[in-house]
């Protein structure tokens, strides 16, 4: 194969009862750094056709071969598709690709907070009871800081006992 050369994945077509739509999905491009993968929308295009092409988002390859969580909002009110394209980089550094799992749609507004907590097999590993980490500062839609704390195997404590 050469660069630039495309597969599209599409749904099937959907009928929206809200105007807000959250598309969440993991991802991994362990493949060339030059890889792709976009997100479209295909509308109504008026006429009872769905082809009126609409790009949501781009994501490129960042060297990073883990999965990873993407959320992606948009709004449509007529019937529609989604449709992921994998876009080929450079072949000559390719010793992998695109890969899309778990897939889910709400026609609700997108999380805005995501705490993303990699390889917690062995966080988990390399703990005890007691010990914990700290999320990073996350900011709540009326602008109020907070973070958490996760203790992956249960507090010392309980919050009403010493």
């Excluded at 077509?13 to 792709?36: A, M, T, V, W």
């Excluded at 060297?63 to 080929?88: C, D, M, N």
Aim: proline fraction near 5%; charged fraction near 20%; aromatic fraction near 12%.
């Amino acid at each position: 194969g050469h660069a630039g050369q495309s597969a599209l994945l599409e749904s099937r077509i959907l009928y929206p009862r809200r105007k807000e739509k959250c598309l969440q999905f993991f991802y991994r491009l362990n493949g060339s750094p030059q890889d792709k993968l976009v997100v479209w929308i295909k509308k109504d295009d008026g006429t009872g056709n769905v082809r009126q092409m609409e790009k949501l988002h781009t994501i490129t390859a960042d060297g990073e071969h883990h999965w990873k969580l993407a959320s992606i909002p948009f709004s449509v009110q007529t019937k529609f598709r989604y449709a992921f394209q994998g876009i080929r980089g450079d072949p000559a550094k390719s010793a992998g690709g695109i890969s899309i799992d778990d897939t889910s749609l709400t026609e609700a507004n997108c999380p805005t907070n995501i705490w993303h907590i990699r390889n917690f097999t062995s966080l988990f590993n390399s703990t005890s009871k007691g010990d914990y980490i700290r999320s990073p500062v996350f900011y709540s839609s009326e602008g109020y800081a907070f973070a958490l704390q996760l203790y992956p195997h249960g507090r010392n404590s309980t919050p009403y006992m010493n």
